[in-house]
């Protein structure tokens, strides 16, 4: 199955600050006024504001910074007091840019009230913050994040950014100096910028939207194949999952074999089997130990028994037995992982993984002993059919310790190129990314999510779908495990059945039931 999803476009397309940079010397270059631009922006930001009239019940505030992104604000200031609003302008810097400094003036000849001392972050009015923007490099000082901090406390509600939020990194998402302003709302302009889509901005960046400020098309469609692309939940409705013939039997639906669980990890192997069930593959067999196997066929019904895996005496599983007793090619996918223990060997990944031509899909403890063999991650490199790796941070950095994870969305990309696998690096903005640089990251984060259990789920998921994938079109392509992983986040967030990781992976197969109809 290979797809072109999502649409790259304005919508999904995520950029670095130079690339935007670019984007705009670009429309300039082609004739627009950098005047209109600011007017375009300016007027975008005040409508979404206008649209919500319960911020601007009170009246607002627009801190004018020295550049554009001032200018941004100036002209935001000027649509809400010709709406009616109650406005106030600060302007904590001397005004650097000639435009900027025209539209102060003339918001000062329309009557617009300009704050001699700094605003009170204890009122109810709205904060606009438009001190930086794109590309910040310069410290703020700490008067300045202590008040915009201290408006985030007194009305966490009512602090929305103009484009970047002051102090952070729009490229990595992180902090430029000691903190950063803590936005209720982002409202970024023109394109995602990656670094508000990290991890580490998601405390500053609060809620994150897009306005639109027209780019061309003959721009966006200008980035390679591998720009990497937001997906968010309305992006399901676009995904092609597989869809085998009806006349199809169950083996030819997708067979995935999971190899999971120990003494010590008997709940993994559960939540990894009815993930696979969730599905909806064909047939789901198992090699377990004989602690969780011996109840199996009051548990799961549904799963084939093929084996017993031996246990060490730590209570780790040892799964080397697996491969002398199963024909793998008798599979569309393995599954190898989910609460195997973390016993120390050094030879348990041999040329048996290796030559199976189907998708191999290492969850948990089987990346954290690929990680202590000798070849490591570069075992990887002579697999014969395709790989999904599902690290969370972790176990992503005892596979790649020499990748730098400070920035999970390059993390990802790296470690995919290098161990010619797709990579799904579990965190709050998933990564997805393939060994030819495709790369995905999910735009929504819900702290329903981050519960234990939730990755065991997932893994037998992508390994059921994965497997219906090759059964269906005999081909995968990595957008497969992208949509799996947001549907998969969008079952924790709106699962009424309860929380647990069990609840969840029941409405998971209801969800995608309904999506793949």
Known sequence: MILNWPQSDSEHLMVSSEQMQNIEKEMFSMGMPVEALMEK??????????????????????????????????????????????????????LKKELTQKHFDYAMQIGIKNLERKPDSNSDLLWIEALFGLGQSRIISDEILRLLNSKKTFSPDKLISIDVPAGLDSDNGNIVSNTSCKASTALTLGLFKSGLIQDSAIDYVGNLERVDIGIPAKILTSFPETQPLRISFSDLSTFVWPMPSKSKSKYQRGRVLVIAGSDKYRGAASLALNGALASGVGSVSAFLPDSISSALWTTHPEVLLLGNLNTFQDGSSDFSNVF???????????????????????????????????????????????????????????????????????????????IDCSNPLKAGIEAAKICSSSVLLKCAHSVISDPEGKTWQIGQVNSSVARTGLGDVLAGFVSGIGAAGLASDKKLDTSLLAASALIHAYAGAFCIKGSTASAICTFLGEVIKKESS
């Open 41 to 94: 922006v300016g007027i975008g930001i005040s409508s979404w504001i206008l649209d919500r009239q319960g911020l601007i019940e009170n009246g607002a505030i627009v801190l004018v910074g020295p550049g554009h992104n001032g200018g941004d604000g100036l002209v935001v200031a000027r649509e809400l007091y010709m709406a009616g609003v109650d406005i106030s302008i600060w302007c904590p810097f001397p």
């Open 324 to 402: 002398n007793e199963v024909d793998l090619n008798r599979f569309d996918s393995i599954l190898l992982g989910p609460g195997l223990g973390n016993k120390e060997e050094k030879d348990c990944f041999g040329s048996d993984l290796q030559d199976f031509k189907g998708l191999l899909v290492l969850d948990a403890d089987a990346i954290n002993r690929l990680s202590i063999t000798s070849k490591g991650w570069e075992w990887l490199n002579d697999r014969k059919g395709p790989t999904w790796l599902t690290p969370h941070l972790e176990e992503f950095k005892r596979l790649f310790p020499l």
